[in-house]
């Protein structure tokens, strides 16, 4: 059987088996969940592609890489039923990570997953952690279409019911509404306006932020062209350099303790963006060894 044709579970195994999960320092919980949609479809498969497409990461480096130091994937979860389910089934997967030491990873499935993930960081870190969220919307709006739990609503949420101090980079699309409730609440951004304008500030976290960080990654933060598998895919976004150069920055700002990836939508065929999906979470991982160095 040709190796791409090979249906692999779990991150990397093609090159390094799985380790147990109580010795990882990753733990990978995949959340397939797609509920509503606004425009493309998909995100369902977003998970299983990123697995897939990691198995052509080629890694070298020192005994420190994330890979050696072990990455378990858990089972995907089943995300059936109502969004205060899914995201339950969600937080209580993510707080059994959290009750080891390893930094929970979380793949959508759309992006109203982060909220199980907040939820979950909530319960262990109280308001000790702060949130980068990395779009090209703002995820701010009260309701959708009269859904609550909607992608397009999934940081008001979080806002509301966490108030975590958050701060959005590479948005570009938003509403009157959202943009009212930013400035009204404090929200920080980096908008992608002004990272192409003025490039970036030498600081990227605001002074109030907490030392601990999550990272929600939409990725439909970088540009259509090198990220088309995505339901909103928004011109103007971020190239690959410049988010490897944002994350490192964080990284030595402040401590990576729990990231996501969502909105991955594969397109048949067309194999790069999960590709580059698997490496921006391999690099994520390598951020949050970065930031626990330097802590
Ligand atoms: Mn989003």
Redesign the pocket.
């Known amino acids: 059987m040709k190796l791409e044709k090979r249906k692999y579970r779990h991150f990397l195994e093609k090159d390094y088996p799985p380790p147990k999960a109580e010795s990882a320092a990753f733990q990978i919980v995949s959340a397939p969940y797609e509920d509503n949609i606004s425009y493309g479809a998909g995100t369902s498969k977003g998970p299983a592609a990123i697995i897939q497409a990691s198995q052509f990461l080629e890694i070298y480096g020192s005994k420190d890489e994330p890979a050696n130091l072990g990455i378990f994937t858990r089972p995907a979860l089943k995300c059936k039923g109502t969004p205060g389910k899914v995201l339950c089934e969600i937080s209580d997967e993510i707080g059994k990570v959290l009750e080891t030491s390893a930094t929970p990873v979380l793949l959508g499935g759309e992006?109203t997953v982060s909220y199980g993930m907040a939820k979950a960081l909530f319960a262990k870190y109280g308001k000790n952690f702060s949130i980068v969220h990395f779009?090209s919307?703002g995820?701010l709006r009260p309701h959708y279409y009269g859904n609550k739990f909607s992608?397009a609503c999934?940081m008001r949420r979080i806002h509301e019911d966490f108030s975590s101090k958050i701060i959005q980079i590479a948005t570009r699309s938003y509403c009157k509404e959202e943009a009212e409730y930013r400035k009204s609440n404090h929200i920080h951004a980096l908008d992608a306006d002004s990272i192409h304008e003025h490039g970036l500030p030498a600081k990227i976290l605001p002074a109030n932020f907490a030392k601990n960080i999550y990272v929600s990654f939409?990725v439909?933060a970088l540009d259509p062209s090198i990220m088309p598998s995505t339901g909103t895919p928004e011109p103007g976004g971020l190239l690959w350099n410049e988010t490897m150069r944002i994350l490192e920055k964080i990284s030595g700002e402040a401590r990576i303790i729990a990231f996501d990836i969502?909105?991955l939508a594969p397109i048949k065929g067309l194999h790069h963006p999960d590709y580059t999906a698997a490496k921006l979470a391999y690099k994520l991982m390598q951020c949050c060894k970065r930031g626990h160095s330097c802590s």
């Open positions: 992006h779009d919307h995820d992608h999934v939409d439909d969502v909105e």
